[in-house]
């Protein structure tokens, strides 16, 4: 059982926005501004998309940001397009140098 | 950009200890800015962080694996090492290295599977 609660799935249609949420406790997202964010095509490795709640490391699309409240983080994703069908993890650090992970939303653009 | 890649056996038998090397290249992994961690995904789950250590051997680990992994870092060799020992199938899973952790990890390996069967 994962750490952070994540919904199995989500989805929406090319050009709309879809949230995915992420919720933890005072331990983890409500306790620290680290929550990450990584996207995972099939096969292939996790891409970092967000860090520290609402940061873009370079080369990634504005189209994505992220937002925390209370013990609840999220990951928007504007202008939907096909390339961003894929699983997304949320990440939080949890104190004393441990580190939480979500059990992933799989994100289908209809 | 820094680029990491994960090697070792495929296949551990029960009970015996699994072995990963992640060698970093187009970076020094004497760096001091980062630490170097691994990450496992068993087959259609989530990921699970295991530790990480710094490039002058400091290292920390995920407590519900502590008292079986060790992680090394050899700095002349520009890699890092996983040693994860009494392994059983709940073990299976793709292993990942990535640079940092605890609060990102950027970049990931391209993952090593690594199936637990005798």
């Known amino acids: 059982q994962s750490a952070l609660t994540q919904p199995p799935s989500a989805s929406g249609s090319p050009g709309q926005s879809v949230t995915i949420s992420c919720t933890g406790t005072i331990n983890d997202i409500g306790g620290y501004d680290y929550v990450s964010w990584y996207q995972q095509h099939p096969g292939k490795a996790p891409k970092l998309m967000i860090f520290?709640?609402?940061k873009r490391p370079s080369g990634v699309p504005d189209r994505f940001s992220g937002s925390k409240s209370g013990y609840t983080a999220s990951l928007t994703v504007s202008g939907l397009q096909a390339e961003d069908e894929a699983d997304y993890y949320c990440s939080s650090y949890a104190g004393s140098d441990n580190v939480a992970f979500g059990g992933g939303t799989k994100l289908t653009v209809l | 950009q820094v680029q990491l890649q994960e090697s070792g056996p495929g296949l551990v038998k029960p009970s015996q200890t699994l072995s990963l090397t992640c060698v970093v290249s187009?970076?020094?992994?004497?760096?001091?800015?980062?630490?170097w961690s691994w990450i496992r995904q068993p087959a259609g789950r989530g990921l699970e962080w295991i530790g990480r250590?710094?490039?002058?051997?400091?290292?920390n680990y995920n407590p519900s694996l502590k008292s079986r992994v060790i992680i090394s870092v050899d700095t002349s060799k520009n890699q890092f090492s996983l040693n994860l020992s009494s392994v059983t199938a709940a073990d299976t899973a793709v292993y990942y290295c990535?640079?940092?952790?605890?609060?990102?990890?950027?970049?990931w390996g391209q993952g090593a599977l690594v199936t637990v069967s005798s």
């Open positions: 250590i710094y490039s002058r051997g400091t290292a």
């Open positions: 187009d970076g020094s992994i004497s760096d001091g800015t980062y630490y």
């Open positions: 990535a640079r940092g952790g605890p609060t990102r990890f950027d970049p």
């Open positions: 520290e709640v609402n």
